[in-house]
């Protein structure tokens, strides 16, 4: 067939399908071809001359569209601390009227790789990527997506080994488990234990690299146990655990996983905080509901998500960034589960 008989036939999802790019890059080629990578230009461009491609009204409006979309991809909902960044996000994108589509990774049903082909066919203009699970071809598949599809990113309440290339907003969490673990050696704990997750998740890396200094600085020995967020697994582990281990200082990196270990240490007629010290590492409803209430560093979850959209939409505006990887500050809560004074 004739570039002459293809006219008139061939679709913008034709055009973005051989371009391998999204409709809202071909738009762009289109309408705002400064705002597209020369050599994607360049692609898009030979792909319609090559389908004789006439752009009509709807791709016209694509790039000129009032309405402005924003992804958010979250690693799983129930998670207290998700939910209350989801609240910080949805604020600030009621102030800009933004539109805010979720999408939930279900590591079992689908990989993060279509969810995001999904997000990309969407024609959304940024996304905010929740999922602290980051592998090196994770993270080179999302600077693609920056820069193949011009769609700003932004790592929300994770980071990925101090690398820029795609801006964060988090706290430092090597600091917060450095203090949190100073915390319970000032208290006198000597066999202080760090909860953490089998799973492999950055932040919880830079949690555990804070933990260990500080034990290795007291001359103390670190021990690092690993178990899952699921309170059906932990549970057991834990029982097991008060069989062939002693303990006087506990960190957990996340609220539900030390309520978990409070609730087994009663069970096993071990004392918090008297004959044991736990703390939490969020500062969600769990460690106020919990009995005694949970001691935890205090990260300003409904402020990352805040701010993270905030950045997001200075580089859907293509605005500069003072500073690519933002900390906010943190603190720490003391409540009954530690010996305070």
């Known amino acids: 067939m004739s570039k002459k008989d293809r006219m008139g036939k061939t679709t913008i999802y034709d055009v973005a399908g051989a371009a391998k790019v999204s409709l809202a ?21 030979n792909v319609i001359e090559e389908l004789g491609y006439k752009p009509n009204a709807f791709a016209k409006g694509l790039a000129s569209r009032k309405s402005t979309t924003v992804a958010v991809l979250v690693p799983d909902m129930s998670r207290a601390s998700i939910a209350e960044m989801m609240n910080g996000i949805a604020d600030i994108a009621r102030v800009y ?5 979720l999408y939930i990774l279900d590591e079992e049903d689908s ?3 279509e969810i995001l082909r999904e997000i990309i066919a969407a024609q959304v203009d940024g996304i905010l990527y929740l999922n602290d699970e980051i592998t090196p071809q994770q993270y080179d598949f999302l600077l693609n ?6 769609i700003p990113i932004v790592l929300t309440n994770t980071t990925y080994h101090e690398r820029d290339d795609i801006p964060s907003v988090s706290i ?16 006198g704990r000597k066999n202080i ?19 260990l200094r500080a034990m290795e600085e007291a001359a103390l020995t670190p021990q690092i146990m690993r178990t ?36 087994v240490a009663r069970a096993n007629d071990v004392r918090v905080p008297e004959d044991i010290s736990v703390c939490g590492f969020q500062n969600t409803k769990y460690a106020r509901l919990s009995r005694p209430n949970l001691t935890c560093v205090d990260v300003p979850i409904y402020d990352i998500g805040a701010v993270s959209m ?32």
């Open 145 to 150: 997506i920056e820069r193949e599809q011009q």
């Open 228 to 263: 899952s967020g699921r309170i059906t697994v932990n549970t057991e582990h834990f029982h097991e655990y008060f069989k062939h281990h002693s303990v006087d200082g506990i960190i957990a990196v996340r609220d539900s996983i030390a309520v978990s270990f409070i609730n």
């Open 97 to 101: 009227k933004y539109s805010v589509l």
């Open 310 to 341: 905030r950045v997001l939409t200075k580089l859907m505006n293509q605005e500069a960034l003072d500073e690519r990887i933002i900390n906010l500050d943190h603190g720490i809560v003391s409540r009954d589960s530690t010996l305070n004074d």
């Open 193 to 211: 234990y760090m909860v953490s997750t089998v799973r492999k998740y950055m932040v919880n890396d830079l949690k555990e690299k804070g933990y």
């Open 25 to 45: 890059t071909v738009s762009r080629a289109i309408n705002n071809p400064e705002k597209v990578k020369p050599e994607t230009r360049e692609r898009v461009l």
């Open 111 to 113: 990989s993060e790789e």
């Open 172 to 187: 430092d969490y090597e600091r917060a488990g450095y203090e949190i673990t100073r915390k319970l050696i000032e208290e």
